[in-house]
């Protein structure tokens, strides 16, 4: 069990650090074909990977936390299975989801607009569920930390249902939902390294402090809304046509 823990730990150090390093070059480059495309494209596979790996090594500590966390003491199992498992693997189906949505979004850019999805369904209705156990569980074990982080699947994902299942009013919706997904999971590998090096390299309670965990989403929130605020104002009569993809299409598998 902890050779296994260990070498999926080892696959999500690895890719969560080409996603990490790759992130900015979208940002920056001219959202055309090209460099933005490509880079874009190893960033949501990445993330991917990389909150996939974080699901597996979370669900090995839900089994078994003392076998995967051989150095802690017994009396520490229940906060492994609620921080280091339950916890991480709710922050591991965001992260998916986000960078999953983001991908879609532009594929799905000609027929943007009422494109309901199952796939898509499931993957935030599961973020929402377990954004439910995460509070939960936080309240029983007095952790600000764990009810904090809940309120991002708590809020972000009910919404995002109702876009997969509505028509938006807008010819550019796609764009802008795609935008938010990838700063999303942008926002959440920045997290996870401010966290672990952070207790790493500089202290080790940093890690736990609630402060640490919530500020990439503090300002990267507030900024992606800044942004799409601007690009809306830029926005020309035919950027806003809406879609005319009717609402009875089929769920896409």
Known sequence: MEFLFNAVVLVHIVVGSVGLASFWLPVFAR????????????FAYAMMVTAGSAAVAALLTLIDPLATHPETSSRYAV???AVNGLMLLYLSAITFAAAFAGLRAVRMKRTWGGHRSTIELLVH???FALAAAVLVTGWYLDSVLMMSLSAIGLIGAPGTMRRILSVPNRGQEWKYQHMSSMLGAGIAAHTAFLVFGSSR???????????VWLAPTLIGVPASMIWTRILRRKETPRDRVATTQPMGMELSR
Do not use: C, E, Y
């Not at 959202?31 to 190893?42: E, W």
């Not at 202290?203 to 402090?209: A, P």
């Open 201 to 211: 390299f500089i202290h080790s309670s940093l890690g736990s402090s609630v402060w």
């Open 79 to 81: 906060n492994l299975r």
């Open 125 to 127: 209705g599961a973020s």
């Open 31 to 42: 959202k055309r074909r090209g460099l933005h495309t490509r880079a874009g494209i190893v």
